[in-house]
């Protein structure tokens, strides 16, 4: 068979100031059926197992393709041929802070790992806002759109306790129990930082070193989850965020041997404590912390004697191998960037019921908020390796599906 491939070429503007796409449509490509012999279901099927793909192409309707819809789709969607067949096209909406302006980044490049792994056209629209009172108005503004993605830090969380909207509202960043009231629209994807420490803690010694940030609002509250356990003797060290030097607090404090250290400190600040504990010759029975600190940059900012008997949580859970190509093809690593793992499980979720696609991601919704596993992990020379643990109890992990007036 002969088939004539028309390649029509549209001129491309360049990206004006490398961050917004040319309003000129992309090149299209246009397969011509010039043989007036019928293609059945058969035939086209044999074009495929001969590798004429173009002839497939070209032979393909709407009345011949049965069973045959997904190679037709991909082909299509390679070679920039328009598809006859039905499509999505979705639109999202990231409302970002100028603060989190950066982080909205990674929930694009997410959505979009998404959305071309499932062959879907869309399009995503961040706006960056100064004042939390612009908000509302933003969300209405977004009436259109299929989905919102709102980031928001610990410290402005409340903005949600009135925030009402009948589009989905997405916010990766933060977990529904720190969130006092919230419009049923609006759910959660960030990580249970609590349930990490409950099951940290039942590896702890009796005695507790608890190291936390000073100045910050969700360190201090996660430090107070484990002075409020009955069954911890729990010793206080606030760090300052411009303290470099623990000598008063460590020097000759032989208690910390005998005590487990809790590190409710940013990597960095977790660093500095490793460090100087090794430096002042103290040996705690294990150290502890949040997946805040579960990151491979752990290993460049301290030695190997420093993470000796160090344990981490973390709810990251193994994506299938193509879905994280997909995402390290973006520069996302689904291994330990929580802020991307959590754009995609939350897509993931939303949109293959609202889609019918298969899931990605093992996660479900439950009561407003994606119910994580917690995996803990032993810090060895050069890696993380994961340890087992029994969860303290069946609701933790527990999994359901996602509510219905979410996805309706």
């Not at 005998?258 to 990597?267: A, C, F, G, K």
């Not at 689904?334 to 293959?352: N, P, R, T």
Request: charged fraction near 20%; include cysteine; hydrophobic fraction near 40%.
């Amino acid at each position: 068979m002969r088939s004539l491939i028309l390649w029509s070429v549209l001129l491309l503007s360049l990206l004006a100031g490398g961050r917004y796409l040319s309003p000129v449509p992309l090149p299209k490509s246009y397969f011509i059926d010039l043989e007036t012999y019928p293609c059945d279901n058969y035939c086209l099927q044999e074009h495929l197992q001969n590798g004429e793909i173009f002839s497939f192409l070209a032979k393909s309707s709407p009345q011949n393709i049965e069973g045959l819809q997904k190679e037709y789709q991909t082909y299509a969607t390679l070679f920039g041929t328009p598809s006859f067949l039905p499509t999505h096209h979705i639109r999202v909406t990231i409302l970002s802070s100028h603060l989190l302006a950066p982080y909205s980044d990674t929930v694009v490049k997410s959505l979009i790992a998404y959305f071309l792994q499932k062959e879907i056209t869309y399009q995503i629209r961040t706006v960056v806002y100064d004042k939390e009172d612009q908000i509302q108005d933003l969300v209405d503004q977004a009436y259109q759109s299929d989905l919102i993605i709102l980031p928001l830090d610990f410290d402005h969380k409340e903005v949600l306790s009135t925030l009402s909207s009948e589009v989905p509202i997405f916010v990766p960043t933060l977990h529904r129990s720190f969130v006092s009231q919230a419009d049923n629209h609006i759910f959660f994807g960030g990580a249970d930082y609590t349930g990490q420490l409950d099951r940290l803690l039942q590896l702890a010694q009796k005695r507790v070193a608890l190291f936390y940030l000073e100045h910050s609002t969700l360190s201090r509250l996660l430090s107070t989850h484990i002075l409020q356990k009955p069954d911890i003797l729990a010793k206080e060290y606030p760090i300052d965020t411009t303290v470099s030097n623990l000598k008063n607090y460590l020097e000759n404090n032989k208690e910390l041997n005998q005590s487990s250290v809790v590190l409710n400190t940013p990597i960095v600040k977790t660093a500095l404590i490793l460090s100087q504990l090794t430096l002042y010759d103290i040996e705690p029975k294990n150290k502890l912390s949040t997946q805040i600190n579960y990151s491979p940059r752990l290993f460049t900012l301290t030695q190997p004697r420093d993470r000796h008997d160090l344990i981490l949580a973390s709810s990251i859970s193994t994506l299938p191998p193509k879905t994280a190509g997909a995402l390290e093809a973006l520069g996302i690593d689904s291994h330990f960037d929580w802020l991307g793992y959590a754009s995609f499980v939350g897509s993931d979720i939303f949109f293959s019921k609202f889609l019918g696609f298969q899931r990605e991601s093992q996660e479900r919704l439950i009561d407003h908020q994606i119910g994580y596993d917690i995996t803990l992990w032993r810090s060895e020379r050069f890696s993380f390796v994961p340890i087992e643990v029994p969860a303290q109890t069946p609701e933790e992990g527990e999994r359901g599906e996602p509510p219905a007036y979410i996805l309706e």
